[in-house]
């Protein structure tokens, strides 16, 4: 069904088409309505159209290997998607799902050479779309391909994280062990014996008791940020473990099917061969 000029007007691709010009595609392009929550096209179906959304949301997502939903974009009015399966003539990359009631403009590939050639501006904004989409895509997978535990932390720690793992390091290192027994020595010495110094803590160490308490205070916070942060880290391993292992499993179930589909091949190729050559005799 032809769609009125009016709502081509308002689309971003047919500014500069004179009216004339627009009322004439006007014949050729489609209008359609899209119900929220509705698909309008899904991964690997053939692509025969493009679609500029005039009004309403479309989510764009993929899935990936191990089942996990993957959101490419948010098609808002005056966006177009759909261009790719249109322009190699291959199957759908991906399922496009309402997200609110939708008004769209479709296209096919004899309309889209038509709106070339009365605006050859169009085919410009129609390659800055599939741009915009390439470089999402391109970020889709820097982020999906399996991570480096202590980069993927490293990004989100603060600076009294920082502080606190190099003090727990500090404390559980040799140097700490030895600056402490020497401080704890001298300290008892002065207050013991008369090595003429004034005696400003004698026994039992009362002020020394209390420093030692409050240093064994701040330690232990300062060891339960850390390993906070560790616990953190090591729940950050285990999902990378997981996505890890789920896509060794699903590799390993793909190529079980690669060989079960070459050895159906080869036992029908043998099969035919046998025919062909007669059966042997007896």
């Not at 698909?39 to 500029?52: A, H, N, Q, V, W």
């Not at 996990?68 to 399922?95: N, W, Y």
């Not at 970020?139 to 990004?155: D, G, I, P």
Request: charged share 25%.
């Amino acid at each position: 069904m032809a769609c009125d000029p009016q709502l081509l007007a308002d689309v971003e691709l047919f500014e500069h088409v004179d009216d004339e010009d627009r009322a004439r595609l006007a014949e050729f392009i489609d209008a359609c309505q899209l119900a929220a929550g509705s698909t309008l096209f899904k991964t690997g179906e053939p692509g025969d159209s493009l679609y500029i959304v005039r009004s309403g949301e479309v989510e764009l997502f993929i899935k990936d290997t191990a089942g996990q939903k993957i959101l490419l974009t948010i098609a808002s009015p005056g966006e177009v998607f759909g261009e790719l399966a249109l322009l190699d003539r291959g199957p759908r990359t991906a399922t496009a799902l309402a997200l609110t009631d939708c008004e769209l403009l479709e296209l096919d590939r004899d309309d889209l050479m038509r709106l070339f050639q009365k605006s050859p501006s169009a085919a410009l904004r129609l390659l800055a779309a599939m741009s915009h989409m390439t470089r999402k895509a391109d970020e889709l997978l820097r982020t999906r391909v399996s991570r480096n535990v202590n980069e993927e932390v490293e990004e989100h720690i603060s600076v009294l994280q920082r502080i606190a793992d190099w003090i727990s390091w500090f404390s559980g290192s040799m140097l700490f062990l030895v600056l402490n027994l020497l401080w704890f020595g001298i300290w008892i010495a002065v207050n013991v014996w008369p090595l003429g110094v004034p005696q400003f803590d004698p026994f039992p160490f009362g002020l020394l008791t209390m420093i030692v308490s409050l240093e064994a205070i701040f330690l232990s916070c300062f060891v339960l940020i850390s390993q906070n942060r560790q616990a953190e880290k090591d729940r950050v391993r285990a999902d990378i473990e997981y996505e890890v292992n789920i896509k060794a499993e699903l590799e390993i179930a793909h190529l079980h099917e690669k060989t079960d589909r070459v050895y159906s091949e080869m036992l029908e190729y043998f099969v035919r061969l046998e025919k062909r050559i007669g059966a042997p005799p007896r």
